[in-house]
């Protein structure tokens, strides 16, 4: 049985009464030293930031492509009062360190023009693609860590997860999607939800007049593509092995699966796939077969980091990408087949949904599974109704998040573990 760290412990031990902030009488944890003190820690690297640097989650070249930098936009939800927290998207920062946000300027640089070229409708390279991935990981890290401190769950949610540590490590996805007849503007879709909040797996980025719909979590889409994956994942919610996940058999079909993901998505007019194999704490490969494999080798386009080559899904077949630079075209879809902005963000809540619920077995004590189980399902509950108001286009015109408020609500009526502190 092979195991890792998850970003959603401090989650599941507070369900299980291993809570490590001060519950208040209305359900929320307010931030002690400790996540202060997460707060100023490098979104790169994790260790608090030296030669302290602020990097914008989503770079300058972008806002100004999308329209005025200064705009103000809600980023977040309180928690307390269920109003919307407002930012400029200039202001739109987290703390870095100077080396490292040097560092990833560079990638900054690189997926600029890749960007452009998808809003001309142009073809990318799986070359590209790589570089495209990577970035949209790390602004999925970035925006995750600035949601849990916006929201104040610092506390129930470690943030041990930076973008060093999640960035090209799991299997991961992306369909753009293309919008006729919208102006410049930017959107980022589901980061606020709670789901996100607990499992940071799936986000869509609106630019202007198109939507990249990204996802990645523990080999959700290794099957597809024929690569090794474990038979079940197992998340132990208490005990010596609380917060951690366990990759429990193994299993591998040699054989690509046409549609690659078994979710019915939305078509789009670019979907591409990347399965990469997961390493343990010593370092190498999970799984008997290693990354030598022959039909893992085969499929790779960098054996040392165990990431996989490109494959795109198309309307007819499936296809390995063995070429770098070879152009993936655009497939003519159009807003029947790819539905409207509010299809595409309630697809968004549904897919995180999906993913939490692949994501592994709760394992621990009857009562601690009890209260995970209680909270996944107040979870789930929210994202479908937040896939609800976004199919049918309906917003709070007082400008409230009820749906965040009910699941506060739910919290609270909820009864808590015998002998819990409140």
């Not at 609380?242 to 019915?264: C, E, N, Q, S, W």
């Not at 990347?274 to 343990?280: F, K, L, N, S, T």
């Not at 592994?360 to 009890?370: D, M, P, Q, R």
């Amino acid at each position: 049985m092979a195991t890792i760290d998850s970003p959603w412990q401090k989650m599941w031990n507070f369900v299980g009464n291993q809570r490590t902030g001060k519950l208040h009488s209305k359900g929320i944890c307010r931030m002690g030293k400790a996540g202060r003190e997460k707060r100023r820690h490098c979104v790169f690297c994790g260790k608090p930031a030296s030669s302290k640097n602020r990097e914008h989650i989503l770079p300058k070249w972008l806002l100004k492509l999308t329209g005025d930098p200064r705009r103000v936009v809600t980023m977040a939800i309180n928690p307390e009062t269920a109003e919307p927290i407002k930012f400029s998207w200039s202001a739109l920062v987290m703390p870095a360190c100077e080396a490292c946000n040097l560092q990833y300027s560079a990638l900054e640089g690189t997926v600029k023009p890749i960007v452009q070229a998808l809003l001309e409708r142009k073809p990318i390279t799986s070359r590209e693609a790589f570089d495209l991935l990577d970035w949209l990981d790390k602004v999925r890290v970035c925006l995750w860590l600035n949601q849990i401190t916006l929201q104040s769950t610092i506390e129930t949610i470690n943030p041990h997860l930076h973008v060093n540590s999640r960035i090209g490590k799991k299997d991961r996805l992306l369909y753009v999607y293309t919008i006729e007849g919208h102006g410049k503007g930017l959107n980022g879709f589901g980061i606020e939800s709670l789901i996100f909040q607990h499992h940071p797996s799936c986000f869509a980025l609106r630019v202007n007049d198109i939507i990249l719909f990204n996802a990645s979590s523990d080999y959700s889409f290794s099957s597809g593509c024929g690569f090794w994956h474990p038979e079940h994942i197992e998340k132990h919610v208490d005990g010596e092995w609380a917060g951690r996940v366990a990759f429990v058999g193994h299993a591998m079909t040699r054989k690509l699966a046409h549609p690659i993901v078994d979710y019915p998505l939305l078509k789009a007019a670019l979907r591409i796939i990347q399965p990469i194999a997961q390493c343990g704490e010593n370092g190498e490969f999970f799984g008997p077969l290693r990354q030598n494999e022959s039909y893992h080798f085969t499929h790779m386009s960098d054996p040392s980091r165990g990431t996989g080559i490109i494959f795109q899904q198309r309307e007819d077949s499936a296809l390995p990408i063995y070429d770098f630079d070879v152009p993936l075209d655009f497939e003519g879809v159009n807003a029947v087949g790819n539905g409207c902005v509010g299809d595409i963000v309630a697809q968004v809540y549904r897919f995180q949904l999906y993913l939490f619920q692949k994501s592994g077995e709760l394992i621990g004590s009857e009562a601690a599974v009890f209260y995970a189980k209680s909270m996944s399902k107040i979870l789930s509950e929210t994202n479908e109704m937040k896939a609800v108001l976004a199919e049918k286009g309906q917003q709070s015109q007082r400008g409230n998040d009820f749906v965040t408020q009910a699941f506060r609500d739910s919290m609270v009526a909820a009864k808590r573990p015998s002998g819990s502190k409140n």
